[in-house]
């Protein structure tokens, strides 16, 4: 932006010897970036370790590396000590990653080149913000610096597939928005009935889809369906499933995660689309574009269930980062847990983990191979055996963590 | 619902004579129905001619017809008037038609039936909230009562394409949850940039679409291009300038209308989609499902625009009755017209329209025939004439009718 409150630091100051520069060896370097998905809170993750550093030494030199463990690489830092309170409290408030994010998921050398950056800077800390990958990614940064530099993962995912998280910051108000516009569209569809599916952002693990029910008015609300990536995904078994609900709510409102799969564990998107169409990623991942999935699912349904109004929209990116949604909770949390992960960083490398016990959430410090490259999936008592709904456990987890905003009357309808 | 707190009136009941069951033929009755797409605030407008009715005859009979014409045919109706303020005012907070809906478009024979039905009930007027088949229907019927029933249409679409308003009524809530999820997936795609197509609803009319404008922060914001039904759209055009957005700010994010033509009137989706893959409803209307155009949209930038990040989602239903964005300017207004359509009724039929002047929305009567299968388009210099973008009297609309809600910090990307 041409306004930019900061300047880029002049990498041939920032890069300059302890002593030059700067850098003066008498004061802590904290590196800060962002990784993965933005979500609508992981600014207060930023914001958090920007103030606990400041806290704990107001000469600390706290630098914000541009697009992730790429800017650290490439020398490209933020001074993020010198923005004055109020504008890093504005940026806390703001969805997505103010400093830039990546995809990017760095092997050996690509680390030896990190670590390079974060030598360069003198760096004592380096605080990672992201998913599992970005845990790897630190494990590995952990590793290669023989415990020189504290590596931090400070966790963020609108997934809330980290293990060792009871969930994970970001995650709340993404559900909330998922939960309000499941809640929008049912009442939409009593009016004028139909099928409706919302395909829901989600490759291995189904939470998000699943916070669809969350604010769920009663039994006759939808959705009524819900399909995610722990539950083999059949064709007839749908069909039947929506059958079954139009008989009896006159409506049927499907919740659906981008990534469900058959039961040969091949993703919906690459078994009902042409392979020939399918588009993958640089990891040679099927990319699963929601708009794939919309048309395979808008086929079965004009097929099997013809004649019958129906309509498939994709949510895709708005849960992740809705300015509109922001869960105070979340950004409570997500705040604390980047505070958090500058106060662990006296002691060494790990991975902050949002945990729970005693009716309270609080974060812990675990060892980053812990929760690198690992998935959590949404746990099988969740979903009632036989039925895509919610069972007790799921809907237990949801009300807490998702208290209902919206006391909507009640239709005639 | 099973604990709907309002009963169906018996038909047997309300469909006896006057001087017999409820109607005494001493008080006035008024009937009151909802067509067409549900909105955020439709109900409140109902609840307007509610109370404005009791505030005129707290004896009068206030009948609810479920599901638009259809109820008032079918002698299926709710009693209003037996319905505590509280219950009414939760109602009239709630998205969604509360009495159900209607897409039937009634011809004079199926308004013989309408007409029977009210005079079954021995309603004085009829007050229909929705668009402008939902006018059509009310001049059909006015001119078929010969004036023994005032037919007033009080105006509701999301679309804001009725011709004789300023705005109406669901429009500026739609508005904000476009505005809003503009914003946010902008902020989004400047952390990983790439390129971002949203589609929203509109089949003649783009001011939803164009609403995606309103909240932008300043001239490097998305979204960078629009496209409504009201240009023609052209392919090379549209890969060119979504090049020119990439090499100038690294990114582009669209907001596109499921309605968007070529330059011969085809749909995109009909020009893009098989023909054999096309679907109709009773009409003969091609379903503008925002799959089948995010699919041909998804289709142009893998090829014309290959190896670049890109994404698509549908908007679809959900900004139209978003029960977290709903505008308290348009819960006001859209009481107010019902309110005014129920004052209004004493001197016979009409469309109630909100007109602006002076600085104040205000409702006026107009002759039904000016709204009724009428589209108001958005004016041809709301747009650039050379650019995919508002000109200034666009952006001073929305300015006017969306007031921005968020105020976010300033990114470092």
Redesign the interface.
Known sequence: ??????DLIDPRTVGAPAGQGMSTGMTQTIVIA?GG??TAVI?QTMAGAVVEAKRRDPQARIL?A??GVRGVRDSRF?DLGALPED?L???????????????DKPDAAYCEKVLAGLKKVDASAFVYIGGNDTAGTQAILSDASGGSIACVHAPKTIDNDLVENDHTPGFISAGQ?VA??F???D??F???PGI?VGIVMGRHAGFLTAAASAWRL???SGPHLIYVPERAFDRVRFVDDIRRTMDKHGRCIVAMSEGVSDASGKSLVESLVPTAML?RDAHGNVRL????L??AI?RIL?EDLAGKRS????????P??????ISETDAKEAFEAGRFAVEVAESGSGSVALQYAGGVTKPALVPLDNVAGKTRHMPDDFLDRDENRLAAPGIAYFDRLLPR?????????
């Open positions: 932006m041409p306004d930019v409150s900061i962002q998905g933005p600014n914000g541009l697009h933020v504008q409290m504005n940026i806390a408030r703001t969805p997505s990653a103010a400093l830039g994010s990546t995809r928005f309000a516009a809640l929008s569209v009442l939409d009593r009016a004028l409706y009663d039994d006759d588009e574009s929601g708009t794939d919309g048309q808008e004009a309509r498939v929209d994709t949510l895709g990116y708005m992740r980062g809705a300015i509109s949604m905003m919206f006391e909507p009357g009640k239709p005639f309808v």
